[in-house]
């Protein structure tokens, strides 16, 4: 028998809340954290509102997360890196892991060599101020930038270690320095899929008994300038009027009466441990990780981004390579649909994607589909992209262990198909959970998270 992995940690962060107790409740009480964007000024921008991660109305440091003597380093990392090295700290906190982080006179939980580290990450925007302030001394004669000054004088203005900043595997990076993760590492960089894809790799490799635990999840930014024009032009984000709309409003899950979402930073990072390890050491469990699938969605469904043009209209094919995915994951699970209990989708509000996702789930769960609830996270915490599905694994873990379904919202009326409109939080039996999503770049991949024993 292969070994068994469980959720023993578990550390989010998102508009909705830091750490996975704050998320909940703001989950349960149906409280957005979608607001005004404060990291930049977007004025001129129809692109107005964004999930900022916030502490006190301030945006979140990783200063304040990392043991003293690495403050240092916090200067080098990147937003998303920032983010990553908070979840991973709330992770092992809340799994009661000793690992490095805690200091030379403590004892690790588990051998450096047996702990392992696999975040997802996504496209690093640079951050306006540092490049611009380079680019600004690479002007010809007339004013206008030059190639010739970039490479002579402009490219030299940039701080030393500035490409540093930007590599997606500095999440990961980050996270095994300070806790002293010395066991396999990787990075996966699957867009919205890469969270549950990371888990994938670190579940075979405890499977395969390379490692004992992992810091397993995806983190994103982008609620920056770059992030917000790229997937605004992309059609991905709604356009707004007014600064004084409710955000959320607008963010309305499977529903063809608006177009896009807003942006958001965030995502999660679990603490995976091989299930007997777990209980000897006596830790708390949320979740057994009982199945994991993954496949590659073709042209014209979920994994390709349709422009804002065709919002609202009829919607775009059955994402294949999503109900690929469910059906590995219920396969390695050794269950069938009718066992799963909820479901946590990607829900994007794009129209043409959300048709597709239900086309996938309609292909796996027939006509079972508009009786299985939904926990849709984009109106309380915006796209997250890579740190999309690590926030929905975080979320349905919580719920397995909770047995409680959070609140709903959503401002119109989704598709039939999906159980997915306005809804208080309620206690409900969830043995099976299901945790799925494509993604921008395609790849689809799905989790079956199922009841501690």
């Known amino acids: 028998m292969r070994p068994r992995c469980v959720i023993t940690g578990i550390g989010a962060v998102s508009a909705a809340g830091i750490g996975i107790d704050e998320i909940w409740d703001s989950l349960c009480a149906g409280r957005s954290g979608l607001a005004p964007i404060t990291a930049f000024d977007t004025s001129a921008s129809p692109y107005p509102f964004g999930g900022e991660v916030k502490k006190d109305d301030q945006l979140i440091s990783a200063r304040e997360y990392v043991p003293k003597h690495y403050r240092k380093a916090t200067k080098v990392m990147a937003r998303d890196t920032q983010l990553a090295v908070v979840a991973a700290s709330l992770a ?17 939980t588990y051998p450096s060599g047996r702990v392992g580290c696999h975040i997802g990450a996504g496209f690093i925007a640079a951050e306006t101020e540092e490049l611009t302030s380079a680019l ?22 940039l701080q030393p270690l500035w490409l540093l900043k930007y590599l997606p595997n500095m999440l990961a990076c980050h996270v095994t320095i300070i806790h002293g993760c010395e066991g396999p590492s990787n990075t996966i960089t699957c867009a919205e899929a890469s969270g549950l894809l990371s888990l994938g790799e670190s579940v075979r490799i405890i499977e395969r008994g390379d490692a004992t635990a992992c810091f397993s999840g995806g983190i994103e930014n982008k609620t920056n300038p770059m992030g917000v024009a790229r997937m605004g032009l992309m059609g991905r984000f709604a356009e707004f009027e007014s600064a004084d709309e409710e955000p959320w409003r607008r963010v309305r899950p499977y529903d063809d009466s608006v177009c896009g979402g807003v942006p958001g930073e965030g995502g999660g990072i679990v603490l995976l ?14 979740a057994e990780v009982a199945g994991i699938g993954s496949a590659q969605s073709q042209a014209g469904a979920l994994g390709i981004c349709h422009p804002v043009s065709t ?19 219920l ?11 909820a479901i946590v989708p990607a829900a994007m509000c794009v129209s043409t994607l959300d048709h597709a996702e239900l086309g996938g789930l309609e292909r796996v769960f027939g ?26 694994l975080a979320v349905g873990a919580k719920a397995v262990s909770e047995q409680r379904l959070p609140a709903r919202l959503h401002g119109g009326r989704p598709d039939t198909r999906a159980n997915a409109g306005a809804a208080e939080s309620v206690p409900a039996e969830l043995n099976c959970v299901l945790v799925c999503t494509g993604s921008l770049s395609g790849q689809a991949a799905a989790v079956v998270l199922r009841r501690a024993d």
């Open 367 to 392: 006509e079972r589909l508009p009786g299985v609830p939904m926990l849709t996270l984009t109106p309380f915490v915006g796209q997250l992209f890579a740190g999309a599905g690590a926030l929905a």
């Open 273 to 286: 441990e091989e299930r007997e390890a777990a209980h000897a050491r006596g830790a708390k469990v949320y």
């Open 92 to 108: 092992a906190a809340d799994a009661g892991l000793v690992t490095r982080e805690a200091g030379e006179d403590s004892t690790p």
């Open 331 to 341: 396969r390695d699970a050794k269950i069938r649909a009718e066992d799963i209990d």
């Open 136 to 157: 600004v001394t690479a002007k010809d004669e007339s004013g206008a930038f030059s190639l010739e000054k970039w490479g002579e004088v402009g490219i030299g203005n």
């Open 311 to 329: 919002c609202g209209g009829p919607g775009g094919e059955a994402d294949e390579g999503l109900a690929d995915a469910i059906e590995a994951a």
